[in-house]
């Protein structure tokens, strides 16, 4: 069985637990703006997803895999009850461990991302990650300097980038590209379930993102009828990043009101 890499903040058991899932390319540190906030009122479980980060690499993705090892790593660590709060990726796979498992999960955050299936949108990004020969890199401006010949943004590549390491005089990155490029249709798909989740559930847009629009509307309310959402005016699919803060104060209002 693949292991899941985690960390725990916080350790007064008096705390209730909030877990924290970052998206596509990412690893648990895209979150840590979140984390450092949550930390004072929560004990804050942060995951790599299954090929990412320093978690193992499975032979085939799927919502239900990675959904049953991070809800196995829950119950390893004795965590009986969550809030469960998810980014983009994360966010479609936090939606899949409160369908299977509605006694963990007390409440349901979703950063901009729906339960829907989408158009492939990272066409640029693999073709700039297949553009780093690692066998041959020689530096991490190197591998900059190939992406920026089909990734315009420079977010982006600094994103990527954090996932390049060096290790024994040759360039890895921490997530599984194959599998991802491979996959990629099956992790754009949409959430499915015979059986709502009943708990309450919070989606947040970012303003400036196209990912949840009001055409998603009608999937979400099948899955998730207990659902509400708001918008954070002035940011992208990053939101998280680029308004912490604010992010933070929406879903603590949120948790508090269904307390």
Known sequence: MPSVNYQVHSNDPSKP?????????GNLDNLSGLRRLFTGQFQVLCVDLPDHGKSDFTEVFSFESYAQLI?????????????????????KVAMKIALTSQDLVKHLAIL???????????????????????????????????????IVESGVRQFLLKSLYSQDESWHWRFNLNLLQRDYLRLSAAIES????????LFIKGQRSDYLLSEHKAATLELFPNSQSK????????LHAEEPNLCFEIVSAFIDSHT
């Open 17 to 25: 637990w909030i877990v924290l899932i970052h998206g596509l390319f």
């Open 71 to 91: 809800r196995q790593k829950i119950t390893e660590l004795g965590i009986s009850q969550v809030t469960l709060l998810g980014h983009s990726l994360g966010g």
């Open 112 to 150: 901009d991302i729906a339960p829907v299936s989408y158009s492939p949108r990272h066409d640029k990004v693999f073709e700039g990650l297949n553009a780093i020969d690692l066998h041959h890199l020689e530096s991490r401006k190197q591998a900059e300097l190939l992406l920026s010949q089909h």
């Open 194 to 201: 015979n059986i709502p989740y009943p708990g309450p559930v």
């Open 231 to 238: 918008m954070i005016k002035g940011v992208g699919h990053w």
